[in-house]
């Protein structure tokens, strides 16, 4: 498996990313999935999220990704009749935002580690509260700072987008 | 032999210079913007994993011709992401039978941004409705909760109805899982 590249989060102002997949979620408690298609090894789910946090309320306000039949897929797509922004009410857990610099690189899905996380806690889309767990300090100066992918493949597509 | 070698090696670097160039172009033109920072290697990739494929390149390019057709003429089918062990609901978890009207009623969710459907489990709803299909007229609705362990090995707490038929516990509907801290 890669290292999986994270969704987007609007965090007091700015964006960071994040390793944890709430769109996962609605799609496990059966909402539509489309058929996303899997260009990148570092992007298994198809897709890229942008979410916010808006008055203590976690909402879905942006989707990047590709189809299987080559066309884009926006959050129009998923939700017509909520293109701009909608509530993720389906979502308990617990968002992770790595922060400070890279301690250990694992190419594996969100499994690298930072010097912190912040922990956000959500309950039925509802934020409550947050939390720091301090992972330790880097070792040397030019550690990689901020949550990155090492590398991918990326799988050929053809003139439509479809991958070949 | 010395004619062959120099022979074998030219047609190495032509291969090597062509085939991965057409295959990168063609997956990174039209994906632009879903990537949202740049992939930074590390000095060791950038350096000694280029010289490594390329020299093995460069020796094996027949392989790499093969391969290059295969992509080709036999192209990728789609890969199977692993699934979770199915979850069934024991008579263990469940916790109150309730009516249809008591469960829509207490799943309705508001928004001040408007931000989702009036509806019961609001974008979920369509789930629900399909859920609801399957209630026959002899069958009842339980709410459950429940702890599972993933064939990952992850705990995880899921929440939602089941379906309880007179032959055991019918099809169920999630309504919440998170994974146990």
């Known amino acids: ?15 960071v990313a994040m390793c944890t997949e709430p769109l996962g979620d609605y799609f496990a408690l059966g909402g539509e999935s489309p058929d996303f298609a899997m260009n990148y090894t570092a992007l298994w789910r198809g897709y890229v999220g942008t979410w ?10 942006g989707l990047s990704g590709r189809l299987n039949d080559g066309t884009q897929a926006t959050l129009a797509t998923l939700f017509p009749d909520y293109p701009e922004r909608l509530f993720a009410h389906w979502y308990s857990g617990t968002l992770r935002i790595p922060e400070g610099k890279r301690l250990e690189y694992c190419h ?6 930072y010097e912190r996380d912040r922990l956000l806690k959500i309950e039925h889309g509802v934020f ?14 030019d550690a990689p700072e901020g949550y990155g992918v090492g590398a991918m493949t990326v799988f050929p597509v053809n003139a439509e987008g479809k991958r070949r | 032999m010395t004619t062959y070698l120099i022979c074998y090696l030219g047609l190495g670097i032509i291969t090597v210079l062509t085939l991965p160039r057409l295959a990168k172009a063609r ?37 790499l011709i ?3 057709i295969k992509e080709t003429f036999f192209p990728h089918e789609t890969i199977a992401v692993p699934q979770g062990e199915t979850f069934s609901v024991k008579r ?42 399957n209630l026959g007229s002899e069958d009842t609705l339980w709410a459950f909760a429940a702890c599972h362990t993933d064939e990952w090995g992850s705990k995880e707490y899921k929440e939602g109805y089941a379906i309880v038929t007179t032959d055991g516990i019918g099809p169920h509907f999630l309504t919440c899982r998170f994974e146990n801290d």
């Open chain 1, 1 to 15: 498996m890669t290292a999986q590249i994270g969704e987007k989060l609007i965090y007091q102002g700015r964006e």
């Open chain 1, 52 to 61: 916010e946090i808006m008055e203590n309320r976690l909402y879905l306000i």
């Open chain 1, 108 to 113: 594996a899905g969100y499994s690298s580690i």
């Open chain 1, 128 to 141: 409550t509260h947050t939390s720091v767990r301090e992972n330790g300090k880097a070792s040397y100066a």
């Open chain 2, 27 to 63: 997956g990174a033109e039209h994906d632009k913007g879903l990537i949202p920072y740049s992939i930074e290697p590390s000095w060791w990739e950038k350096t000694l994993v280029p010289i490594v494929c390329y020299s093995f390149a460069l020796l094996l390019w027949p392989v």
């Open chain 2, 66 to 68: 093969v391969w290059r």
């Open chain 2, 92 to 133: 263990e978890h469940l916790l109150r039978q309730m009516s249809i009207a008591e469960v829509e009623c207490a799943a309705i969710v508001s928004d001040p941004l408007y931000a989702v459907p009036n509806l019961p489990f609001g974008h979920l709803n369509a789930a629900w409705l399909r859920f609801k299909k």
